[in-house]
């Protein structure tokens, strides 16, 4: 399986972030993975921010406090990323990432023991 992130490098505070992961190699849909979405900040390690499951259940880091919305488009094999309202502490390498189904709590304590991770893509926000 492998996954590859897209999406813009540069987005003005207030705006909405948008990204996709473009999934091949596997389904969205019939390889049970929970398929997540992360982000690393110098200094701050990895934030785990939310992921879609096979089934298309969601779940978002209580951090990010109703800013993000996780879809997916089944017909393309991918799932998305929106990050509203993004300020410049939002600039980050944002990764896409497959986990087997977990606990939440597990899912957002082993992010390095995930199965497959996209290569990331650097966002900054500034105006």
């Known amino acids: 399986v492998q996954l590859r992130e897209s999406g813009p490098g540069l987005v003005k505070p207030s705006q909405t972030l948008s990204l996709t992961c473009t999934v091949s190699g596997g389904s969205i849909i019939t390889n049970y993975y929970y398929w997540t979405w992360i982000r690393q900040t110098p200094g701050k390690g990895l934030e785990w921010l939310g992921y879609i499951s096979y089934s298309g259940s969601t779940y978002y880091s209580p951090s990010l406090k109703g800013r993000s919305d996780i879809s997916r488009d089944t017909s393309k094999n991918q799932f998305t990323l929106q990050l509203y309202s993004v300020t410049p502490e939002d600039t980050a390498v944002y990764y896409c990432?497959?986990?087997?189904?977990?606990?939440?709590?597990?899912?957002?304590?082993?992010?390095?023991?995930?199965?497959?991770w996209g290569q990331g893509t650097q966002v900054t926000v500034s105006s």
């Open positions: 990432a497959a986990t087997k189904p977990l606990s939440v709590y597990q899912a957002m304590c082993i992010m390095d023991e995930y199965d497959y």
